[in-house]
């Protein structure tokens, strides 16, 4: 699985009203695999806190409907409620920098008519969450604001949201990150071509000394005094080695054996070893710019001769080079309209109980009753870096000690019950590196394709203002 389920930013949704939504997030999926990863970025879901000094502004006026979405109202006390919270959110972000109340007011009606039109959208196509879900996603912020679920509901009745209003947006905030996946993050799909153009932006902009690349390198010496005729035969061998590098299935490391008269081109294969880019010459370091991995420019001529060079590693400016590494396996359970979400939970947490009591292996289980394309090798994920799967996956991971198992969890694509199996720190492979990009390049595609299906849907919308809120 490749996706992880974040808390919703109630107040924070304001931070991104200028471009018509939330932050998509989501995990990159692999082919059927049920642990899709960064799909993009589902709004992360924090506690609402609603400020004390906004729960108690005096006395409520009388309400009344401020805009019309598609017949349904939005209401002048619906505008207030969420102009506390934002204003909340905005006094702990940036003090007492804050915009106009009459713009913020406006900002928060018109963040309103979008989710109004989105939640229409989910209830004409279906998209429903479940109790268990809820359940899991409160459960959820309690545990990132460190306090349990009934700490949280006395606290938020303390600053005026009572239980029933907190549970009644969160609902609808996972109905629309639901939808947005749906619709939005399942469609995005990031090609090797979006991949390069990203590494050449950054090695553009990036300082030398922030990147580290490993070069294959062939020189054919041309001497101090060599003649014309001499510097065209040297140009022709230089040229034969290039050819020879770029056909498909050349050994690198035996041409540079056969035509380089570096010293590392006997003894390491041509490599020059991975070291910051400032440490190359600069003709090395601009004659590679742009260049992917596997990459082969030249011949390039120098004062010391003609050189062949071929992109071997590259570690991507603000990319780590070691992570954190989990190996995971797991058992997917997809509800339906036999097999509810809570029943698919109640299904795993009796799996969790035989496995631990050494009534039932993990593996043979995943086997037999797992509906995700792992099933087949007993559930088994493999090693994933940060970032692989969906946020609520991802989360759940990150609390566990190798051999632990996790309750059952619901993700976009059905009910999970997790091992971890092993832990470790790696060195990031070109491949992995390149996946990380991808994940990037996907977060920001993402975003892009929300925003601009925000717009449409709100377009699509027949909306009549009433009067302005107060």
């Known amino acids: 699985m490749n996706h992880r389920v974040s808390a919703l930013a109630f107040a924070a949704c304001l931070a991104t009203l200028a471009s018509g939504g939330a932050t998509a997030q989501g995990l990159r999926i692999q082919g059927n695999t049920g642990t899709g990863r960064p799909a993009a970025t589902a709004p992360a879901l924090s506690l609402p806190l609603p400020a004390a000094a906004a729960a108690s502004q005096g006395p409520q006026s009388a309400d009344f409907i401020v805009a019309v979405v598609n017949s349904e109202p939005v209401t002048n006390n619906e505008v207030r409620a ?37 939640m229409q959208l989910a209830k004409e196509s279906g998209v429903k969450v479940e109790e268990f879900a809820l359940n899991q996603a409160e459960q959820g912020i309690a545990q990132q604001n460190g306090m349990t679920v009934e700490d949280m509901h006395r606290r938020l009745a303390r600053d005026g949201m009572s239980k029933e209003r907190f549970r009644e947006e969160l609902r609808s905030q996972l109905l629309v990150q639901r939808l947005r996946e749906r619709d939005v993050d399942g469609k995005v799909r990031v090609s090797d071509q979006d991949i390069d153009q990203f590494l050449r932006e950054q090695q553009s902009g990036a300082d030398a000394s922030a990147m580290e690349i ?30 020879k590098a770029r056909a498909p299935g050349s050994d690198f490391a035996a041409v540079a054996a056969e035509f380089s008269d570096a010293p590392e081109g006997k003894r390491a294969g041509g490599l020059l070893g991975l070291r910051p880019a400032d440490r190359y010459p600069d003709l090395f370091v601009n004659s590679v710019q742009g260049q992917p991995v596997g990459g082969i420019v ?77 099933a087949k090798q007993g559930g088994d994920l493999g090693w994933a870096s940060p970032g692989r799967y969906v946020p609520e996956f991802e989360q759940a991971i ?26 470790r720190e790696a060195k990031l492979t070109q491949r992995e590196q390149r996946d990380m990009v991808r994940d990037a ?11 601009t299906w925000a717009q449409e849907l709100r377009g699509r919308a027949y909306v009549e203002y009433r009067d302005p809120p107060q």
């Open 82 to 118: 969420r102009l506390a919270r934002a204003e909340q959110q905005l006094a702990q972000q940036q003090g007492g920098n804050r915009p106009p109340r009459d713009l913020l007011a406006r900002e928060v009606l018109e963040r309103l008519i979008l989710e109004k039109a989105q």
């Open 214 to 243: 490993n070069l294959g390198h062939v020189l054919v010496l041309v001497p101090e005094n060599a003649t014309p005729t001499q510097v065209a035969q040297l140009q022709a061998r230089a040229q034969s080695a290039a050819d």
């Open 298 to 374: 030249g011949p390039v001529r120098s004062p010391a001769g003609f050189h062949i060079l071929k992109v071997v590693e590259r570690n991507v400016a603000g990319l780590p080079s070691t992570v954190v590494q989990n190996h995971t396996r797991h058992i997917l359970l997809r509800p339906s309209a036999q097999l509810t979400e809570a029943a698919a939970a109640a299904r795993l947490s009796d799996y969790r109980r035989r496995i631990l009591a050494g009534q039932a292996d993990f593996a043979a289980l995943a086997r037999e009753y797992s509906v995700d394309g792992s």
């Open 398 to 423: 990150s609390t566990l000690k190798p051999g632990d198992i996790s309750e059952p969890l619901v993700s976009r694509f059905g009910v999970h019950l997790i091992q971890l199996m092993e832990r």
């Open 441 to 451: 390049v996907r977060e920001k595609k993402i975003e892009d394709a929300y925003a």
